[in-house]
């Protein structure tokens, strides 16, 4: 089907998101409505047999989800509505289909989704050709029931999605479940439709210096696995099918800018020595961590300890949750890298843009980012809560390690996690298991929680400011959205004020508090928030080396009093335009000529 495609060289741009550039060849993963992902993995022999078997357990999931839709939609709508998905079931027990599908498998040694898109393209090249109005038609069934079987499949492991070559990414959008199932050994570079400075891919590209733009609406369905591309991500821009002359300019245009200040990274001791502002004031850096490949990371870039492990990434493509050993065991491991600095685990951040809801049965949800997320979903799902619970209190008996609750929208939350924390620790006692001493703190990220921020300071050991998901719900803009890019304005006079706020409460409490929002990574941001008196930042180890530079070249009075003017502003422009006159102009070196992070709205 893809034969006739133009080939001519093509540009999006899209929101850029991390620094790099490079060229490469396109990997699409396939969104599939349950954003399954869908490209060639290369099997050995003997994983072939396995792979047949999975692919049959995905037909019989997919069957039994029709049949409960059959009946769902018999009872609301009527028999006579519920026969099209008779049509459905009939193609997935189609034999045909599954022969060609499992032949596929086994001649070309590839995995499931493969094939089902190998097989279900022709199928569908067929049906294209039909002059029959209604034949042709059914083709959206077919296309709903590929949909089906790749969201089918992707309940099950995803081989650990080894990459046969050094690969562009490109999806509409990218979930952390499928994101902790790449193999980053061989991504080059992330491009997808859908997300915001913010948003997950964005924050994993720059924690690992991966250059992405994301935003890019519709490059997705352009592009094919194979293609060649260039991300500039600096640009935010891509070119699908560069040209000869494109690909030799940009080739020059790399020689140029090879070394990248931001990467080089100074001796460890360098790094690990206290760290404070020109007038003295002492300031921790720490760590955010989500994969594995991170972990080593924390000590190489002189992190002080690990602020916050975005712990739903140990979640698997399925939703499926490690039982509490294995939990137990990377905990203990993250304790042991983040050492006597401590570690901060947070409990499951799930639902919203995390991860679809319904991959743990809680239904698909009209509005998610504003539904059964985070610290609801958990207390919803109490084995969920309790096995974590368990893992992270016994894990904090080999060592310093705290428990923050995400998404805390007033005291109850917390006393509700703690009754849990506290029935936990007893139950384990009467086990003759051992359980540590936990600090638990709250994630301030709903202006709920702000407004209330006294009253949560007297009942949690410590703050912890979300600034992704404070700008998204005290703005009411979707961080993930890039049609509201614009509007996602981390200046924003209604945010500063809320961290002020947070920040006070904390003080005010004599409890401790972190900014561990994508902010406390960015050299201006982070001034400001120093400004507004942050003490502790959280971000991406590769980030710490540029945010020391500027925290130990700056005078925290003269942050102090930026700040204080960037309160008074009443608008986002106002306040960027201080900061780049005030931080920019006084600190020329210790600012990029970009400031503030690329404007969001594209041209
Ligand atoms: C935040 O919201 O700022 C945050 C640190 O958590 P996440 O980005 O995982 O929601
Ligand atoms: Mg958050």
């Given at each position: ?5 133009d080939?001519s060289?093509r ?5 850029a998101v ?5 060229t490469?060849r ?12 869908i490209?060639?993995?290369?099997l050995?022999a003997a994983?072939?047999?396995r792979e047949?078997r ?5 037909v ?6 029709l049949l409960?839709l059959?009946?769902r ?8 509505h519920?026969y099209i ?15 060609d599908v499992?032949a596929?498998?086994?001649?070309e040694?590839?995995?499931s989704?493969w ?5 279900t393209?022709r199928?569908l ?7 029959d109005?209604?034949?042709?038609e059914?083709s959206s ?6 949909r089906?079987l790749l ?6 492991s995803?081989l650990?999605r080894?990459?046969?070559e050094?690969a562009v ?7 952390p479940?499928?994101l902790?199932?790449?193999d980053f050994?061989?991504i ?7 997300g915001g400075w913010?948003?997950?891919t964005?924050?994993?590209a720059r924690g ?7 935003g890019l609406?519709d490059f ?5 696995t194979g293609d060649s ?9 891509v070119?699908?099918h560069p040209k ?6 940009f080739?020059?245009e790399r020689q ?6 931001a ?8 790094l690990?020595a206290p760290?404070r ?8 850096l ?5 994969l594995?490949?991170?972990?080593d990371w ?8 690990i602020g916050l492990?975005?712990?739903e990434f140990?979640l698997?493509h399925?939703g499926?949750v490690?039982?509490e ?12 890298i983040a050492?006597?600095?401590g570690?901060t685990?947070?409990l ?5 843009d ?8 809680a239904?698909?949800?009209r509005?998610p ?6 610290i609801r979903l958990?207390l919803?799902r109490?084995?969920l ?20 609750i ?5 005291v109850t939350?917390v006393?509700?996690?703690r ?15 051992e359980a540590?001493?936990?600090r ?5 990220e ?7 921020a006294?009253?949560?300071a007297?009942?949690v ?5 979300g600034t992704?998901?404070?700008v998204q ?15 996602f ?5 209604a ?5 002020r706020r947070a920040?006070?409460?904390a ?8 900014v561990?929002g994508?902010m406390a990574?960015s050299p201006?941001y982070?001034?400001v928030l120093?400004g507004l ?6 971000m991406?180890?590769?980030a ?9 070249g700056?005078?925290?009075?003269e942050?102090?009093?930026?700040a204080k003017e960037?309160?008074?502003c ?5 306040v960027?335009?201080l900061?780049?006159v005030r931080?920019?102009?006084r600190w020329p070196n210790?600012?990029p ?5 690329p ?5």
């Open positions: 089907m893809s034969g006739r495609r080939k060289e540009r999006w741009r899209g929101v991390s620094d790099g550039a490079v490469g396109v990997l699409r993963i396939h969104g599939g409505g349950g954003r399954a992902g490209y060639q993995v290369k050995d994983e072939v047999g047949v999975r692919y049959g357990a995905a019989r999931l997919a069957r039994r989800q409960a059959k009946k939609a018999a009872r609301t709508l009527g028999e006579e519920a998905f008779d049509a459905h079931l009939l193609m997935l027990e189609d034999r045909k289909l599954n022969d499992e596929v498998i086994r001649t040694s590839v995995n989704e094939a089902v898109k190998v097989v393209d199928v090249a067929v049906y294209e050709e039909i002059k109005d209604y034949l042709r059914r069934d077919i296309e709903d029931v590929t089906r969201v089918a499949l992707s309940g099950e995803m650990g080894r990459l046969t050094d990414v490109v999806a509409e959008e990218l979930m479940s499928t902790a199932e790449l050994g061989h080059k570079a992330f491009a997808t439709d859908v913010t948003s997950h964005a924050i994993i690992l210096g991966i250059p992405a733009v994301v609406r997705y369905r352009a592009a094919r591309v260039v991300i500039d991500a600096g640009r935010g821009e070119t699908l000869p002359e494109t690909l030799e300019l080739t020059r140029v800018a090879k070394e990248s200040p990467r080089a990274v100074a001796a460890a001791e360098e690990r760290l502002t020109r007038d003295g004031v002492e300031v921790t720490r760590a955010n961590v989500e594995p490949v991170e972990y924390v000590n190489r870039y002189g992190a002080h300890g492990f975005r712990s140990l698997s399925r499926s490690p039982d050993d294995e939990q137990r065991e990377t905990y203990e491991r993250l304790a042991r050492g006597e600095d570690l685990v947070r499951f951040d799930m639902g919203g995390k991860l679809s809801g319904s991959r743990l049965d239904g698909e949800e509005n980012a504003l539904g059964l997320r985070a958990c919803q109490p084995e809560l309790r096995t974590q619970v368990r893992a992270v209190l016994r894990a904090a008996a080999r060592g310093p390690v705290d428990l923050v995400p998404m805390v929208s007033d939350d006393r509700r996690a009754e849990v924390i506290e029935d936990e620790r007893a139950r384990l006692g009467g086990e003759g298991k540590g001493a936990l638990v703190g709250a994630m301030i709903v202006p709920s929680a702000v407004l209330v006294e009253k949560l007297r009942e050991d410590f703050f912890s400011l992704n998901d404070l719900y005290t703005l009411a803009v979707d961080r993930g959205n890039d049609e509201v890019a614009g509007w304005r981390s200046l924003h006079p945010v500063l004020l809320s961290v920040l006070e409460a003080e005010g409490a004599g409890i401790r508090s972190v561990c994508e990574a201006a982070a001034a120093l008196g942050a003490r502790e930042l959280s991406a180890p590769t710490i080396p540029r945010v020391r530079r500027t925290v130990a700056l005078e925290l009075e942050a102090e009093a930026v960037c309160l008074e009443a608008t986002a422009d106002e960027e335009e900061v780049r931080l920019g102009g210790l600012f000529k970009e400031i503030l992070p404007p969001k709205t594209k041209g």
